[in-house]
Nanobody
Framework: QVRLVESGGGVVQAGGSLKLSCALS????????TGWFRQAPGKERECVAA????????NGVKSEKGRFTISRDNDKKTVYLQMNNLEPEDTAVYLC????????????????????WGQGTQVTVFA
């Protein structure tokens, strides 16, 4: 059974950093496009960063100034999200997503392109 399990969330003061992890059970990570999304109460789900199966990356709407960086370790079958200089507005549930693509298409920041989701991990940033 293919599963995504996020970890690394927590409570951090503004200006701090967190590194989220997303462990994949199932197919090889190099065959999947992946993405990190977040959803705050009352707001729409939005992409933070995405990566294609080939390793190309795309920043989401909130990745300005290079605060968020997606990476992966194919051997560990884990995708990471490094988050720096966090702001209270970054408070949300962060979710990992994956999609299988036959062709080497670019990374996607569209949530509807993904068919596999983790349960999410809570990130809370206080001022």
């Amino acid at each position: 059974q293919v599963r995504l399990v996020e970890s690394g969330g927590g409570v951090v003061q503004a200006g701090g950093s967190l590194k989220l992890s997303c462990a994949l059970s199932g197919p090889q990570l190099s065959r999947l496009g992946t993405g990190w999304f977040r959803q705050a109460p009352g707001k729409e789900r939005e992409c933070v960063a995405a990566m294609s199966r080939a390793g190309g990356t795309e920043n989401g709407v909130k990745s300005e100034k290079g605060r968020f960086t997606i990476s992966r370790d194919n051997d560990k079958k884990t995708v990471y999200l490094q988050m720096n200089n966090l702001e209270p507005e970054d408070t949300a549930v962060y979710l990992c997503a994956a999609r299988s693509t036959i062709l080497p298409v670019p990374a996607s920041t569209d949530a509807s392109d993904y068919n596999l989701w983790g349960q999410g991990t809570q990130v809370t940033v206080f001022a």
